[in-house]
């Protein structure tokens, strides 16, 4: 059967198809609909882990068990799961094991622009690239198939183009496989110095091989067209290139991105005029190419940043663009903002007027930092806000103490905040953290975490209690605040500023957009009493704005949150009727 996928869709389905037995991820776009995708299949066991290094070992443990498992995350998420990655190329696997990691070239939802590519060759394991929805299927099911045959973890990488368009798909059947039987042996899978000094051969070897399997395997293959222009591609850079030349260029198309092959290259260069090579971000086929003596047109007509397009690709290599439309009139911008009745947008705006330093960390909450709040100063990776305010606050001592915030989400506490909290209870700095519990992790579609009390299926799971979990770590002042209240956020804020002892402030109200969240009626602006004073767009609310110099109200937006009502002096914004 037939049928039009998403590239995460198509993903999921290869892991089902191939008798993937456990799943185990992180949220991150583009690669979360991997993992909610296959846990819609019953066959196969689905979590979410607390970060991506948790879920890279729990995959490792359920292959080691005999079982074929998965683990997947963003670009960033291989960062923190690089430590277990690069130690499981030694040890090898039992069962299959593969790795999704889905680039995001372009930073539509990231903190930088990296590219994974390096991890395979660093790491020394065989890295797949599909290029549309069909390929992300199959080649998951082969990537089993190399990952026991080599005895070593596959990484396919997918990258936002391609996870999130669509193309067909032709399904097939699951094929079960036998478990493999589990046999203790120290030397393959204790890495201590003794044993890893020995297995390290193996991975050069087994390197080798792939290298030779990647001459002639079906990843990569060979389009002949017009051989005045040869294009080596991948990737959705394949589908830009395909577009744009058609047959007027010759292609190779590289699926297995790494090991690179040699003689491939070689003898599809034999056959051109001229090479060029067609990636986004970094020069790893070119510099590969160059390496074999080629001369080649790459990075010095393609940029090194962002995302390519047919328009991009068409205008570097001298090609006529084709017709396109454009609007005449200047659109206004439209930066992302808080959702209406975002439950971070008081706490925010207290912090604001209090003038704190805020160091903040990765999640919806990040638009913290634009206008009209401007309340986040710092926003480096995972976890960072409570270990960079311990170490500011070790530096300037009172100076900062006083006036000096970290703000981290739920879910990004439980996925690497633990750790610098413990450093603060540990080497006790005066530092006050603010834990932002909108009961959910929201920047990447609610999915569920450890706080939460369910599974990635909704269904009852262990909930961990972060009052308890802070007190146990060694704090003795937590304090629980709804950050619909302002009064009370601007009392806490300054009492836990003003102790001369480490602290933490949980600030707790379920994210807006939560389908079980009961809103109040919308805000009613009563034009007769407002002045038009603008107190109320100091919150940066969408569902407020101003029309001939009063305050307006959307009632497509508001959720009747009040939080604007506490600025207004002259009871213009009034509560809404009871909806019955």
């Known amino acids: 059967m037939r049928q039009l996928m998403l590239g995460n869709q198509a993903f999921a389905r290869g892991l089902y198809e191939a008798g993937c037995a456990v799943v185990s991820s992180y949220p991150g776009t583009p690669s979360t609909e991997v993992t909610e995708e296959a846990a819609k299949y019953e066959e196969i066991y689905c979590e979410w882990a607390p970060n991506e290094k948790v879920a890279m070992e729990t995959a490792f443990g359920a292959s080691l068990a005999g079982k074929r498992s998965f683990c997947g995350m963003k670009h960033v998420g291989l960062n923190v799961a690089a430590d277990p990655l690069f130690t499981c190329s030694y040890t090898g696997v039992n069962a299959g094991m593969v790795i999704c990691v889905a680039d995001d070239a372009g930073m539509h939802s990231s903190q930088n622009e990296q590219d994974s590519r390096h991890y395979a060759a660093a790491a020394k394991v065989p890295m797949l690239e599909p290029a ?76 080798a091989k792939l290298a030779q399997f990647a001459e002639n395997c079906t990843f990569n293959r060979v389009e002949m067209g017009d051989t005045k222009l040869g294009i080596i591609t991948s990737s959705t850079s394949y589908q830009y290139v395909k577009e744009v030349f058609g047959d007027q260029a010759s292609i190779l198309k590289l699926g297995m991105i790494y090991p690179l092959p040699k003689e491939l290259i070689l003898d599809f260069a034999a056959k051109v005029d001229k090479l060029a090579i067609v990636e986004e971000l970094d020069p790893i086929i070119e510099d590969h190419c160059k390496k074999l003596g080629l001369a080649v047109t790459g990075k010095e007509v393609l940029p090194m ?53 805020v160091l903040g960390d990765i999640g919806c909450y990040t638009l913290g930092a634009v206008a009209p709040l401007s309340a986040m100063e710092m926003t480096l990776c995972m976890g960072a806000s409570v270990s960079s305010i311990h170490g500011f606050n070790k530096a300037l001592g009172e100076e900062s103490e006083g006036k000096t915030v970290a703000v981290i989400g739920d879910s990004t506490f439980m996925h690497s905040g633990m750790t610098g909290l413990a450093n603060i209870a540990y080497n006790q700095s005066n530092s006050t953290v603010i834990i932002l519990d909108n009961s959910i992790t929201g920047m990447t579609g609610h999915q569920q975490n450890p706080t939460t009390g369910y599974n990635i299926k909704g269904d009852p799971a262990g909930k961990i209690d972060l009052e308890s979990l802070c007190r146990a770590m060694g704090f003795a002042r937590v304090t629980v605040v709804d950050p619909y209240d302002l009064a009370a956020c601007d009392k806490v804020i300054k009492e836990e500023l003003a102790a001369k002892e480490p602290s933490v402030i949980i600030s707790r109200r379920p994210c807006a957009l939560l389908k079980y969240v009961e809103h109040k009626p919308p805000i009613r602006a009563v034009q007769d009493k407002c002045v038009g004073c603008k107190s109320c767009m100091r919150l940066g609310c969408p569902a407020i704005s101003m029309k001939e110099k009063k305050a307006v109200i959307d009632n497509t937006l508001c959720v009747g949150c009040g939080v604007c009502q506490q600025l207004c002096k002259f009871d213009a914004l009034q509560s809404g009727e009871v909806l019955r």
């Open 132 to 207: 549309d929805s069909a390929e992300a299927c199959e080649f998951v099911k082969q990537a089993y198939e190399l990952s026991e045959e080599y005895d070593t973890p596959v990484i396919v990488k997918m990258c936002t183009r391609v996870a999130h368009s669509q193309s067909i798909v032709e399904m097939g059947e699951r094929v079960e496989k036998e478990p493999l039987a589990y046999e203790k042996n120290i030397a393959k899978y204790v890495m201590m110095p003794a044993n890893a000094i020995r297995r390290h051969p193996f991975v050069e070897e087994r390197t």
């Open 305 to 357: 940043e962002g995302e390519y397009s047919q328009n991009l690709i068409a205008e570097k290599f001298g090609r006529k663009l084709p017709p396109y439309k454009s609007l005449d009139e200047n659109l206004p911008g439209r930066p992302p903002v808080m959702c209406a009745g975002c439950p971070h947008r008081g706490l925010f705006y207290i912090l604001s007027q209090n003038k704190c330093t």
